[in-house]
C-alpha cells in the first residue's frame, strides 16, 4: 500500500531554515504530482506547495519566495526547503500524494504521511 514518511522538522529560531522530506513508496512516485499541507493548532489544514510530475511547482501567497518543493524520482522523495522562517510557520506539515482537481483542496489528494512538527520561534 502507500506510504508517505515525513521527517525533518524540527524546533528553529524565526530567519531559520529547516528542509522536510517525504519518502513514498507503494506507488509509482514518479507518475504523481505531489502536495505539502500544513495545520496549525485550532485552524484547517492549508495549502503550502505542489510540484507535477514533470517539476512544475505552485506555492501559496503566504510562503512564495521563502519555500522550494522539489522531488527526486530516483528517490522516491519530495522536499519542501523552508528558508526566511516565520513563527505564523508553525504546523504540523504534511506531505500527500495528488489525485486530480483543484492542487490546493486537501480532498484532492488520496494519501496522506504522519506529518512532522515544525515549530519557529520568535
Known amino acids: 500500500q502507500v506510504q508517505l514518511v515525513e521527517s525533518g522538522g524540527g524546533l528553529v529560531q524565526a530567519g531559520g531554515s529547516l528542509r522536510l522530506s517525504c519518502a513514498a513508496s507503494?506507488?509509482?512516485?514518479?507518475?504523481?504530482?505531489m502536495g505539502w499541507f500544513r495545520q496549525a493548532p485550532g485552524k484547517e489544514r492549508e495549502f503550502v506547495a505542489h510540484?507535477?510530475?514533470?517539476?512544475?511547482?505552485y506555492y501559496a501567497d503566504s510562503v512564495k519566495g521563502r519555500f522550494t518543493i522539489s522531488r527526486d524520482n530516483a528517490k522516491n522523495t519530495v522536499y519542501l526547503q523552508m528558508n526566511s522562517l516565520k513563527p505564523e510557520d508553525t504546523a504540523v506539515y504534511y506531505c500527500?500524494?495528488?489525485?486530480?482537481?483543484?492542487?490546493?483542496?486537501?480532498?484532492?489528494?488520496?494519501?496522506w504521511g504522519q506529518g512532522t512538527q515544525v515549530t519557529v520561534s520568535s
Open positions: 500527500a500524494q495528488y489525485r486530480g482537481g483543484n492542487y490546493y483542496s486537501a480532498r484532492e489528494y488520496d494519501y
Open positions: 507503494g506507488l509509482t512516485f514518479s507518475g504523481f504530482a
Open positions: 510540484i507535477t510530475w514533470s517539476g512544475f511547482t
